[in-house]
């Protein structure tokens, strides 16, 4: 599948305990019909936010389900899942985001969860020139509908009108990034325009002003500082607890759990 890799080039890219986020999409459907077939993980969670287009999910639980435009799929792999992403032909711009996210030590080895949120269930919160998109996390005294997080995590799709403002409290201490998807936002007299990343540093609240209007996708949580050992598909804390796996996945005993939790 043809995407933009935002974060995760490689090891030094990453915001812990964020590993990856990638921008797929294309009006051409030869871009992206190939899709993701059949892979592995472990140790991690797989967030994938629909924002046009449909992709059909399956995995090595026996779920099966379609994530359809403005709909969120959030897959804890836990200690071992085998599941595909298959995009379906689109009459217009297919366009998705995901992003992978770290569990820490003492989450390695859950039990895997299948949460698939539809459009519906996702609140939205309008104020002076504003659109936000709850899906996890609280503002304003919404909170998503995606909890009981490995992790607890902040994430909103924002919208913001000509002129407008965004701004939200946040701890100190935790890491927070803006994807920006369309327009152009301008923060600490940095202007940060579609398709690029802004990286906010310590400090107890962000703000972004849009002079012309933009949307993004608004995420905070607080880091792992743990060690981690990633290939692939597959992140752990250590070579030898990497090695494992790959040598489990190798003589098919990589799945532990018989029985998925699957969430809505």
Known sequence: MKLRRVLGNDKNSTLDPFLLLDHFGSDNPNDYINGFPWHPHRGMET????WTGEVEHGDSMGNKGT???GDIQWMTAGSGIIHQEMPKKYDGRMDGFQFWVNLPWKKKMTNPKYRGI???????????GQKV???AGRIDGTEGPVRDLSIEIEYFDVELAAG????HVTSRNLTVFAYIVNGSIEAQDKVIKNGQCVVFGEGDSVKMFSKDGARFLFVSVEPLK???AWRGPIVMNTEEELNKAFEELDKGIFIKSHKLAKLS
Request: aromatic residues 8%.
């Open 133 to 135: 998109k709850v899906i």
């Open 164 to 167: 407008k403002t965004f701004e």
């Open 118 to 128: 539809e459009k519906e269930q996702i609140p939205t919160i309008g104020k002076d």
């Open 67 to 69: 994530i359809k435009s």
């Open 47 to 50: 967030v994938t936010y629909m």
């Open 226 to 228: 743990e060690p981690v």
